[in-house]
């Protein structure tokens, strides 16, 4: 009967084992949650207002983001920039970062490039970037002669 008892005592402790072996090598409850996803389109729409050389001015442009794919992804998180701005124009961005929650997320941001009266008229091709996946859009501005 002691023989049966210790049986039992072992065969109890070995299953203990087993379990806190395998609970052990199973990843973090955090390695389940959906990824952080950043914008995997960005389009970069039609240049609003007037820039002339000789004149200081603003444009804007309205940007978007897109990103999902039905897997799971649980927001949308971005920094954007913008490059080929001539000399003497500035840029912002509002709001900057972007964000929003959910699958099949939308993001919008207004874009607005500044000029002084010397930056030089002509057409500079501009390309906006994101910080998380480095997607880009293209658009054109246009500063005109007076």
Do not use: E, H
Not at 47 to 70: E, H, I, K
Not at 84 to 102: E, I, K, M, Y
């Amino acid at each position: 009967m002691l023989r049966d008892k210790r049986a039992r005592v072992v065969v109890v402790f070995v299953f203990v084992m087993i379990v806190m072996l395998l609970l052990a090598a199973l990843p973090s409850p955090s390695a389940f949650a959906a990824p952080l996803m950043s914008p995997s389109t960005i389009q970069v729409g039609s240049q609003t207002g007037t820039l002339t050389y000789g004149t200081a001015g603003s444009v804007t442009f309205a940007v978007t983001g897109t990103a999902g794919n039905g897997a799971g992804f649980r927001d949308i998180s971005a920094t954007l920039s913008v490059a080929g701005l001539p000399a003497g124009a500035t840029s912002s961005f509002s709001p900057n970062p972007v964000s929003c929650n959910g699958n099949f997320c939308t993001v919008t941001s207004t874009l607005r490039i500044t000029t002084t009266a010397t930056t030089l008229a002509g057409t500079y091709p501009i390309t906006v970037s994101n910080s998380q996946n480095g997607t880009i859009g293209t658009g054109t501005l246009t500063n005109q002669w007076c």
